[in-house]
């Protein structure tokens, strides 16, 4: 018995090695939802900090308040410009010829900034997300290529002169990436 479980035990350490990540750091290009850049770093072995500094177009709904008071709500659409970091684990799952595939899940927030795309009306943005999604990571090169969707909260305030403007939206993300590892 103890013989097994010694072969058991090494089959799993094996295989966490196996799966190991290969890379401590990367940046590149984040396109979709956002576009922009993408810089990412391993904390931990299974535990990465992502940052996007990206631009985008949100098409939402969106409830408005004025100086607390309900406006209403309805379907909009805001030019966004955003510092996105998220904190997530990240666990390689299946090793190919090619490389290797890795599940990601985790959260993070977005501070930026947002303008309405009928009009002038610029806002200042924050928020919160999850994240999951793909990453591929390449053998025989220093390239990942992965797949995320951010679903979220995201709130859009503004100062007016008769009193503080503010949106609540549903903020999501999905977004392809390609980064040189390092």
Not at 75 to 83: A, C, I, R, S
Not at 112 to 136: H, Q, T
Request: net charge negative; proline share 2%.
């Amino acid at each position: 018995m103890k013989k097994f479980l010694l072969l058991i035990s090494m089959a799993f350490i094996a295989t966490g090695s196996l799966f190991a990540q290969d890379y401590n750091q990367s940046a590149g290009l984040v396109v979709g939802s956002l576009n922009g850049l993408s810089y990412k770093k391993f904390i931990k072995e299974n535990v990465a900090v992502q940052t996007d500094l990206a631009f985008g177009l949100v098409a939402t709904r969106a409830s408005a308040y004025y100086g607390g008071e309900y406006l209403g709500s309805g379907g909009e659409h805001f030019w966004t410009f955003q510092l996105q970091p998220n904190l997530y684990y990240q666990k390689n799952v299946f090793n190919t010829d090619w490389g290797n595939i890795a599940a990601l899940v985790g959260g993070g927030m977005s501070l930026g900034y947002a303008e309405e795309f009928y009009s002038d009306l610029s806002m200042g943005k924050w928020g919160v997300n999850a994240i999951a999604g793909v990453e591929f990571v390449l053998n025989n090169a220093p390239i990942t290529v992965g797949l995320d969707f951010r679903p979220g909260y995201g709130l859009l305030f503004t100062s007016q002169s008769y009193g503080i403007l503010t949106a609540h939206i549903f903020d999501w993300t999905l977004a392809a990436s390609v980064r040189y590892c390092f």
